[in-house]
């Protein structure tokens, strides 16, 4: 395979990563129904009970999502191999880089435990396991579920600012790529202010401020879908120098 046709691959890959997420966000819209939408999610019993109840669809949504976050962190690790330039911007995108990867290692955990949850709540963990027991340690595991999803926030957050500015700053003229980068740069910083919110605002809106990080998050996978079609069709500089040079 040359390198030409890796990074295509790569544009392709976080494309099809973004695919995947919309793909499970609609599903989970008509799955959920009615009573899917009318659940607290503040009210972690009440989730995990609504998890365990389709369990299986619980399941699928999960791994689709773990496939997503490991193609989008192929995706966006072949910024990586773009032309160095010493500054800030190329530090910031670097650095992003790595921390959105490690961002999409910490969603992988967090999704892992929410499966471990719903097992334990269905099945127990051993033989001979208590229903209230389960229950029990059911929602101690979504309880420290969302400590992580609170950590896959932060990074994934401060990744988006780095990443944004990263590539907006690489293009001189103003174009749908500067757009998407200053964009999902934007998203970044709307997320830190909608988790400092949810950490220190007293008496504001638990389900509030998940929807506006919800709505963030599907913002953020539109200019990350732009990002990478820029990469799959090799734009100048969203690709190696030498690529784009064998292309034009």
Excluded: C
Aim: hydrophobic share 55%; proline share 0%.
């Amino acid at each position: 395979m040359t390198s030409q046709s890796t990074t295509r691959l790569a544009g392709l890959s976080l494309m099809a990563g973004v695919a995947l997420v919309f793909v499970v966000l609609i599903a989970s819209f008509f799955a959920g129904g009615g009573s899917g939408g009318s659940i607290d999610q503040s009210d972690f019993a009440a989730a995990l009970a609504e998890l365990a109840e389709r369990d299986s669809f619980t399941h699928a949504t999960g791994m689709l999502l773990m496939l997503s976050s490991i193609l989008m962190a192929f995706g966006v690790f072949s910024l990586l191999r773009l032309r160095r330039d010493g500054g800030r911007a190329d530090l910031a995108l670097r650095f992003g880089v790595g921390m959105a990867i490690f961002a999409w290692g910490v969603y992988i955990v967090e999704l892992s435990m929410r499966q471990m949850a719903v097992q334990v709540v269905t099945r127990g963990v051993g033989t001979g396991m208590e229903v209230e027991a389960r229950d029990e340690l059911g929602l101690m595991i979504v309880s420290a579920m969302v400590g992580v999803h609170y950590a896959f926030i932060a990074l994934g957050a401060v990744s988006s600012v780095l990443i944004g500015l990263g590539i907006g700053v690489r293009f001189h003229e103003l174009n749908l790529y500067v757009i998407a980068g200053y964009g999902f740069a934007a998203k970044g910083v709307a997320e830190i202010i909608n988790l400092a919110l949810i950490q220190h605002l007293q008496g504001a809106d638990f389900g509030i401020l998940i929807s506006a990080s919800n709505v963030l998050v599907f913002l953020g996978a539109i200019w990350l879908f732009i990002i990478g079609y820029g990469i799959f069709h090799g734009e100048r500089e969203l690709v190696p120098e030498e690529e784009w040079a064998q292309s034009s």
